[in-house]
């Protein structure tokens, strides 16, 4: 290529490379410590596979069903910037569900839900780390 081409088209590469930049910065990770809205539990979301995975670490309450060690999210691939889908368990009722996580900032959604969606169970959590 001739100088002159190449200095007219280093500004539209930059552009094109701070884009990129921009797009990957406002995506989301779900990796890492989640805290329970309610305080009850902490999960820790880590690569497993080419999925993520979350394990009960610390629970407030030793007597509930659940406990530590305990998978509660599997199989959880990333569906857009900011959301995951894949499995949920309850260990409260003993059943596994279609789940999905969405992260905003330091919040964290999760839902399993039943039914292709029609019934559905919400809890948020807070980044712990």
Same mark, same amino acid.
Do not use: Y
């Given at each position: 290529? =001739? +100088? *002159? @081409? /190449? =200095? *007219? &088209?280093? +500004? @539209?590469? &930059?552009?094109? #490379?701070?884009?990129?930049? %921009?797009? !990957?910065?406002? !995506?989301?990770? !779900?990796? %890492?410590?989640?805290? =329970?809205?309610?305080? !009850? *539990?902490? #999960? &820790?979301?880590? +690569? /497993? %596979? @080419?999925?993520? /995975? %979350?394990?009960? @670490?610390?629970? =407030?309450? +030793?007597?509930s069903k659940a406990y530590v060690g305990q998978r509660v999210f599997a199989a959880m691939v990333r569906a857009d910037q900011n959301s995951w889908t894949g499995q949920a368990f309850n260990p409260e009722d003993g059943r596994a569900y279609s789940g999905r996580m969405v992260v905003s900032g330091k919040k964290m959604r999760t839902s399993g839900c039943v039914f292709g969606g029609l019934i559905c169970k919400t809890v948020t959590w807070v980044r712990a780390n």
């Open positions: 290529m =001739r +100088p *002159s @081409v /190449c =200095r *007219s &088209l280093a +500004p @539209v590469i &930059l552009l094109f #490379i701070l884009a990129l930049a %921009g797009a !990957a910065a406002h !995506a989301q990770d !779900a990796e %890492g410590l989640w805290m =329970r809205h309610d305080g !009850a *539990s902490k #999960i &820790l979301l880590a +690569p /497993c %596979g @080419v999925a993520l /995975c %979350g394990a009960i @670490v610390w629970l =407030r309450n +030793p007597n």
